[in-house]
């Protein structure tokens, strides 16, 4: 047992105390392998709490006052009747691809624009004033054109603005009823350019013209029942390009007819009321002196009248009366001096002598 050799004890002894060092290697790295894991899970957890929580908020949409707003869950409205549109406010729905939230212009205009019956251009050219020149004949494999009641061809476009008074029905019942709003409005030029003249539809008669139009498109709209209001319908008509020339040559030919015929119907009224004038003055005139001279006459027969019977009783008595009178007048008035012979009773003619180039006569004292 003192054997200084006998080392089988001591080692005995230490081989037990080596294997703990790897056991606490292992045990550091599960618990940093764990604690990553713990840690992983925790960021998912809350990862995946956020995406439900955006998830479900995505679903929250608001509406204006403008608008309303239909939901769909998988292709199919929610709701019942009137129920199904929502109203202006806040509201809430599955997100995409479950619900599906579309909004519908309520109160506001919607504006469509006739795709037919023009030549070829852009707005854009049109903007800039590039457009191309006009060619020697029309090309209707690029422009569009209508056909006139006289066989005549017009360009013509127009400017559709409508509302919207069913909303249900214009979401629901087609699925783009704004290209069939612009159909319509595209068929209201073929019929109306059909039923006028080239003359009718580009001077004389274009405000009939864009009523008719109107008046097809609102009779297509109320067929179909696309649920909206037709409120304006602007209207463009020109002549083809290559001919315009000759037709701004006849409109300025007609322009000038109208204004000539202004001039002279200016001329013949103005005319008619001078002479109408003259012929009133001569009427009232005349209707004066008639009513003044039958006044005057009519005094006078009144006057005769009322002598007759002083003139029956002593015709020389009523004579010499007048004769006093007419003298009486006749002598008052006048300025000259005055001499009167009466008649002597004999019968015999008295003899009157006048002194020419007499003294005047001195005024007297009083005439002083």
Same mark, same amino acid.
């Given at each position: 047992?003192?054997?200084?050799?006998?080392?089988?004890?001591?080692?005995?002894?230490?081989?037990?105390?080596?294997?703990?060092?790897?056991?606490?290697?292992?045990?550091?790295?599960?618990?940093?392998?764990?604690?990553?894991?713990?840690?992983?899970?925790?960021?998912?957890?809350?990862?995946?709490?956020?995406?439900?929580?955006?998830?479900?908020?995505?679903?929250?949409?608001?509406?204006?006052?403008?608008?309303?707003?239909?939901?769909?869950?998988?292709?199919?409205?929610?709701?019942?009747?009137?129920?199904?549109?929502?109203?202006? /406010?806040?509201?809430?729905?599955?997100?995409?691809?479950?619900?599906?939230?579309?909004?519908?212009?309520?109160?506001?205009?919607?504006?469509?624009?006739?795709?037919?019956?023009?030549?070829?251009?852009?707005? !854009?050219?049109?903007?800039?004033?590039?457009?191309?020149?006009?060619?020697?004949?029309?090309?209707?494999?690029?422009?569009?054109?209508?056909?006139?009641?006289?066989?005549?061809?017009?360009?013509?476009?127009?400017?559709?603005?409508?509302?919207? *008074?069913?909303?249900?029905?214009?979401?629901?019942?087609?699925?783009?009823?704004?290209?069939?709003?612009?159909?319509?409005?595209?068929?209201?030029?073929?019929?109306?350019?059909?039923?006028?003249?080239?003359?009718?539809?580009?001077?004389?008669?274009?405000?009939?013209?864009? &009523?008719?139009?109107?008046?097809?498109?609102?009779?297509?709209?109320?067929?179909?029942?696309?649920?909206?209001?037709?409120?304006?319908?602007?209207?463009?008509?020109?002549?083809?390009?290559?001919?315009?020339?000759?037709?701004?040559?006849?409109?300025?030919?007609?322009?000038?007819?109208?204004?000539? *015929? &202004?001039?002279?119907?200016?001329?013949?009224?103005?005319?008619?009321?001078?002479?109408? /004038?003259?012929?009133?003055?001569?009427?009232?005139?005349? &209707?004066?002196?008639?009513?003044?001279?039958? &006044?005057?006459?009519?005094? !006078?027969?009144?006057?005769?009248?009322?002598?007759?019977?002083?003139?029956?009783?002593?015709?020389?008595?009523?004579?010499?009366?007048?004769?006093?009178?007419?003298?009486?007048?006749?002598?008052?008035?006048?300025?000259?001096?005055?001499?009167?012979?009466?008649?002597?009773?004999?019968?015999?003619?008295?003899?009157?002598?006048?002194?020419?180039?007499?003294?005047?006569?001195?005024?007297?004292?009083?005439?002083?």
């Amino acid at each position: 047992m003192n054997d200084p050799h006998d080392h089988s004890s001591p080692k005995t002894e230490k081989n037990p105390a080596s294997p703990p060092r790897p056991e606490q290697v292992e045990d550091a790295s599960s618990a940093a392998l764990s604690e990553a894991l713990r840690s992983s899970f925790v960021i998912v957890k809350v990862i995946m709490i956020i995406l439900i929580v955006v998830f479900f908020a995505s679903g929250f949409f608001t509406v204006s006052s403008q608008e309303r707003a239909i939901i769909l869950r998988f292709g199919r409205p929610l709701g019942a009747g009137e129920q199904r549109l929502l109203g202006p /406010g806040a509201h809430w729905k599955f997100p995409y691809p479950i619900d599906e939230a579309v909004k519908i212009p309520f109160s506001e205009f919607q504006t469509v624009r006739s795709t037919t019956g023009w030549y070829a251009t852009t707005p !854009e050219m049109e903007a800039s004033n590039s457009e191309p020149p006009a060619g020697s004949t029309l090309n209707p494999a690029s422009d569009g054109y209508t056909l006139t009641s006289d066989g005549n061809i017009i360009h013509v476009r127009a400017t559709l603005r409508y509302r919207i *008074n069913r909303p249900l029905s214009y979401a629901l019942d087609f699925v783009n009823a704004s290209n069939l709003v612009q159909n319509a409005l595209n068929n209201g030029l073929f019929h109306a350019s059909a039923r006028f003249t080239v003359d009718q539809a580009l001077t004389s008669d274009k405000l009939r013209f864009k &009523e008719k139009v109107t008046e097809r498109v609102q009779q297509l709209v109320d067929q179909q029942g696309l649920g909206i209001t037709v409120e304006q319908v602007e209207i463009n008509t020109i002549a083809p390009r290559y001919v315009n020339p000759a037709f701004e040559s006849v409109l300025s030919a007609d322009v000038e007819r109208r204004q000539s *015929n &202004e001039v002279a119907q200016a001329y013949s009224s103005r005319i008619l009321s001078m002479a109408e /004038g003259e012929a009133s003055a001569l009427i009232n005139q005349g &209707e004066s002196d008639r009513t003044r001279i039958v &006044e005057g006459v009519s005094a !006078e027969a009144n006057y005769f009248t009322n002598q007759l019977p002083y003139y029956r009783s002593n015709p020389q008595l009523f004579a010499n009366r007048l004769r006093t009178e007419a003298l009486h007048r006749v002598l008052t008035n006048s300025t000259v001096e005055k001499v009167f012979l009466p008649a002597s009773q004999d019968g015999k003619a008295r003899e009157l002598r006048l002194l020419l180039s007499r003294e005047p006569q001195k005024p007297s004292t009083k005439q002083q």
